[in-house]
């Protein structure tokens, strides 16, 4: 079985990627430009992978295109590029909505009450099965590759840190020696960033990051890959594990192709 799957990704990976597919990646995802054409091949590989493997279901009316399709695999595989991977094993289906969409939520009353509502979102990511996305916020985030908010990039980095079953931003990292660095460096960032928002201080990072530590992976790869300049500046411990994980060194790539 996984010699058939690895023969057919094989197959996929050895195809050649459509030009009309480039064609949209360059106009919605301009980070894509700045990959070397090594990576921009790999991209393409997985981007393939993706395609074949992951359902995309339209919701709210969404008629769902090879734009949506194309924009939203290009992102999620900027992720694993460099990696070893198993292209998001516990992902089956992308929800796709054409804006925000409402999710049933409880939450603790007084009393021991509990209340039911409903709370506007624009994505989210479930340990297994899905990923939900609003499509507006997709185009907004890989339009502006500098603004350091990219819905797909946050929601995959969900998917990656609940590869081990829990989300708690500790994915599952390459080396064993990676753990006690990794848990020393994002666990004082994170202490940091929510004493500075309880402080109600100014802070360089999103303050949506100090919800929890898996928001905050979530939040910081999105810095990590948007404004990875500026994160290596301010945090550079920071920037250098994001880096041994994700095998990839963005802020040297934008100083070398122009893009910082």
């Not at 939450?107 to 506007?120: C, D, N």
């Amino acid at each position: 079985m996984f010699g058939f799957r690895r023969r057919r990704r094989a197959r996929l990976r050895a195809q050649p990627f459509p030009a009309d597919w480039i064609a949209l990646i360059e106009q919605y995802v301009p980070c894509y430009r700045l990959l070397s054409p090594d990576e921009q091949k790999e991209l393409q590989g997985d981007i393939a992978v993706f395609l074949d493997e992951k359902r995309f279901e339209g919701c709210g009316g969404l008629e769902i295109t090879d734009t949506i399709r194309v924009t939203i695999a290009a992102q999620a595989c900027l992720l694993l590029l460099h990696r070893d991977h198993d292209d998001y094993p516990g992902l089956r289906s992308i929800l796709v909505y054409p804006h925000h969409y409402f999710a049933p939520t409880r939450q603790a009353g007084p009393g021991g009450t509990v209340v039911s509502a409903e709370q506007a979102r624009l994505g989210e990511s479930w340990p297994r099965g899905a990923v939900v996305l609003a499509w507006d916020a997709v185009q907004g985030g890989a339009r502006d590759p500098h603004d350091g908010r990219n819905l797909v990039l946050h929601e995959f980095a969900h998917q990656l840190d609940q590869e081990n079953y829990r989300a708690d931003g500790v994915p599952l990292l390459p080396r064993t020696s990676m753990f006690v660095p990794w848990a020393r460096i994002l666990g004082r960032e994170y202490e940091t960033l929510v004493a500075e928002v309880n402080q109600e201080s100014r802070t360089d990072i999103d303050p949506y990051a100090a919800t929890n530590p898996a928001e905050f992976f979530a939040v910081v790869t999105e810095y990590f890959f948007e404004r990875p300049v500026e994160l290596e500046a301010a945090h550079p411990e920071l920037y250098d594990a994001l880096r041994q994980f994700y095998q990839q060194d963005p802020a040297r790539r934008w100083r070398e192709r122009g893009g910082g």
